[in-house]
């Protein structure tokens, strides 16, 4: 047989697959509507490990490798829980006609927010003066106009939103206020602020960018402000999906999150810098990338897009840094010395360090 047979061949093997993906989403979409009708919690851990075991023998039966079939099943199923946690926020339509203002809500996350309590049934206004992509009701100024919203969510930068809520203290809104920011300790005042005025006020942190559609596995820290009530209002926004709410007080937030956000991207900007300062192209790199390489690169690349105002945001707002930024400096500093003064023993036990710290067992 020719190519252009055996290609046509293949067209017909790929149509296949796509109808019974498609298939299998319908199905998919069935199961929700049925867990959703019972109660059962959307994602099942055990079902799912139950389903890559099986594919992976099918493979083995076919004489593929397990883990292209592991690799394609597993795309199919974060498929199927992005369309089940779709369907199930728009049937459980908690926000029910109420209305919601977000402000900044032309901006990245806050039109994200915007789309997610209009699926939600609220009735959604954007303040922001940019026009939003979507077509909600919009206000340039956040306080012209009235703000009896049910909910009212602070989606700006760290500094305008300490500026925002502090306002909306002096205010009083009557819904529930809170914020999206990736540090707290600059919110502290306004947060207290608003207490203090009797707002029904609360401080969440969705630990995802703009681009998640599929909040499984995804972590939202939700951080009391003196209004347990507020806090759980913030959280039952998330019920319907498969995200996990984690709470935490405000100090924890940030001395956590200097670790999780701001030493991974210290370490991704430095690491990127280092490459960028080696003379040798990029693409030049690529050609011999190495799977840690790859992998490496996959996520330097993914914080090199991202927006570098919110970012140093990230590393200089947030007092617990420092303490993280010193302990990168003096890490990289063992392993220089190591390497210089050909010390193995400094170097084995710096890996050490890290396997017994990650529970890592050696390979
Ligand atoms: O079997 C189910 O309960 C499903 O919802 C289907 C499915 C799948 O795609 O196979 C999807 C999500 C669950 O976490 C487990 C499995």
């Known amino acids: 047989m020719d190519i252009p047979e055996l290609r046509a061949q293949l067209d017909q093997v790929d149509k296949d697959l796509v109808r019974l993906a498609a298939e299998r989403q319908r199905i998919v979409a069935e199961i929700g509507r049925s867990k959703r009708g019972s109660g059962r919690p959307l994602r099942d851990f055990r079902r799912e490990k139950e389903v890559l ?47 919601a203002l977000v402000i900044g809500g032309s901006g990245r996350m806050g039109a994200w927010f915007a789309r997610f309590l209009d699926a939600q049934g609220f ?22 106009g009235g703000l009896e919203h049910d909910l009212i969510v602070v989606a700006t930068p760290l500094r305008a939103a300490a500026r925002i809520l502090a306002a909306l203290a002096e205010k009083r809104p009557p819904g529930i206020v809170f914020d999206l920011g990736s540090i707290k300790t600059p919110l502290r005042g306004s947060l207290a ?33 003196g209004d347990r009530a507020a806090l759980e209002a913030a959280r039952a926004l998330f019920a319907s999906t498969t995200a996990i709410t984690v709470e935490m ?64 945001e990230i590393q ?48």
């Open 53 to 99: 075991d099986n594919v992976r023998g099918h493979a083995r039966e076919a004489g593929i490798d397990p883990e292209l079939a592991a690799g394609l099943m597993q795309l199919l199923i974060n498929a199927s829980l992005t369309r089940q946690e779709q369907d199930t926020v728009r049937a459980l339509s908690q926000g029910g006609g109420r209305r």
């Open 123 to 144: 009735q959604v206004e954007v303040a922001d003066p940019v026009a939003n992509a979507a077509g909600f009701a919009q206000r340039e100024r956040w306080d012209e």
């Open 193 to 225: 602020a608003l207490k203090a005025a009797g707002v029904r006020a609360t401080s969440i942190h969705p630990l995802f960018g703009p681009s998640a559609n599929v909040l499984a596995g995804r972590h939202v820290v939700l951080i009391d402000c």
């Open 249 to 312: 007080d405000l100090d924890e937030h940030d001395r956590v999150i200097a670790l999780v956000l701001g030493l991974s991207h210290a370490v991704n900007i430095a690491f990127t810098a280092a490459l960028a300062g080696s003379g040798v192209d990029s693409e030049r790199l690529k050609a011999v990338s190495s799977t840690t390489f790859g992998a490496q690169l996959g996520i330097a690349e993914g914080v090199a897009r991202e927006n570098p105002h919110l970012y140093f």
């Open 316 to 363: 200089s707002l947030n007092a617990h840094n420092g303490p993280a930024l010193t302990a990168l400096d003096e890490a990289v500093h063992t392993l220089l010395a190591a390497v210089r003064n050909g010390d193995e023993d400094s170097f084995v036990s710096l890996m050490q360090q890290g396997r017994d710290y990650l529970h890592a067992p050696q390979e």
